[in-house]
Nanobody, 114 residues
Framework: QVQLVESGGGLVQAGGSLRLSCAAS???????MAWYRQAPGKQRELVAV???????IVAGSVKGRFTISRDGAKNTVYLQMNSLKPEDTAVYFC?????????WGQGTQVTVSS
């Protein structure tokens, strides 16, 4: 079982930056980790993925602005968000899959004011 705890959300003006953290209860060395977000009235969408081999993928809507990274020593995954836009407002969730089991964090709210 994996527990994921997000932190770092908050209120920021458009153009600003935030860094989200996702702390896992165990080693993330062999795990792919991802960030999703869900805006009010919308479906949850994939934002970025960091796989166990070090490769990363970010969604087209945030490419060039968001970066996913990981610190294996701290069992933590980060999402650096720059040049934030009001449309980035959402609850951001950390996600991982172990075998056939899905694990989600509780989410952290990001609000971008115009």
């Amino acid at each position: 079982q994996v527990q994921l705890v997000e932190s770092g959300g908050g209120l920021v003006q458009a153009g600003g930056s935030l860094r989200l953290s996702c702390a896992a209860s165990g080693s993330i060395f062999r795990l792919s980790m991802a960030w999703y977000r869900q805006a009010p009235g919308k479906q949850r969408e994939l934002v970025a993925v960091s796989d166990s081999g070090g490769s990363t993928i970010v969604a087209g809507s945030v490419k060039g602005r968001f970066t996913i990274s990981r610190d294996g020593a701290k069992n933590t995954v980060y999402l650096q968000m720059n040049s934030l836009k009001p449309e980035d407002t959402a609850v951001y969730f950390c996600y991982s899959r172990v075998g056939s089991d899905d694990y989600w964090g509780q989410g952290t709210q990001v609000t971008v004011s115009s």
